[in-house]
């Protein structure tokens, strides 16, 4: 079935440095999410892009889609303590559109 | 809106007993979701509904789970007979159009 490679699994920053996850997919993706897990919390919905070659901010946040939409990626811009958490992306499964398959998340620890 | 809603927060059972965890998706949302989340296999999907009536079932790992939805306000998923391999995670999320928003999750831990 539809698989969501995700990259790196764990990543470790100095506050202040800049980081960035990869999302990378067999298939070409109509859409991809990305949502935001705190330590303890559960998944929150970041953004939804749709287009080939789509960029979309949110304050210190860029969101990519690939121009083959097989691709996706998130930047984080001067890290800060509240960065801290697991990133996923999600894809649609061809099994339905609304159903989606989360990537395995990145991992972001911010040291101060 | 209180946003999806789950209970328990927490449950620790003794291998073999049943375990019943319960949501209350967002009103108006049309799809219900319930998945589980450990470390080793992430975010597994294990069933959703539509209006009600499950669509697709194939995360569900074995006969021992069962899911229901009796009515759009309220769904569970059933554990019977619980195992230690159980212990997890399970998120239930419901959405109405592409975003899916997320209840504070069940941590089960089975003895």
């Known amino acids: 079935g539809q698989q969501v490679m995700q990259i790196p699994q764990y990543q470790h920053v100095q506050e202040g440095e800049d980081f960035t996850t990869y999302c990378n997919s067999s298939t070409t993706l109509s859409n991809i999410q990305w949502y935001k897990q705190r330590p303890g919390g559960h998944p929150v919905f970041l953004i939804q892009?749709?287009?080939?070659?789509e960029v979309k901010k949110q304050k210190r946040l860029t969101f990519q889609f690939g121009e083959a939409k097989k691709n996706s990626s998130l930047h984080i811009t001067a890290t800060q303590t509240t960065d801290v958490g697991t990133y996923f992306c999600a894809g649609p499964n061809s099994g339905g559109y609304q159903k989606v398959t989360f990537g395995i998340g990145t991992k972001l620890q911010v040291i101060p | 809106d209180a946003g999806v809603i789950q209970s328990p927060r927490h449950e620790v059972t003794e291998m073999g007993q049943e375990v019943t965890l319960r949501c209350k998706p967002i009103?108006?949302?049309?799809?219900l979701f319930w998945y589980r989340q450990t470390m080793m296999r992430g975010l597994e999907l294990l069933i959703y509904?539509?209006?009600?009536?499950?669509?697709?079932d194939s995360g569900m790992p074995e006969d021992r789970f069962s899911a229901k939805m009796p009515n759009a306000s309220f769904s569970t998923l059933k554990i019977q007979p619980s195992e230690p391999r159980d212990s997890a995670v399970y998120f239930c999320a419901s959405s109405f159009g592409s975003e899916q928003f997320f209840g504070p999750g069940t941590r089960l831990t089975v003895l």
């Open positions: 009103s108006g949302h049309d799809y």
């Open positions: 892009l749709v287009k080939s070659g």
């Open positions: 509904f539509n209006n009600n009536v499950p669509i697709d």
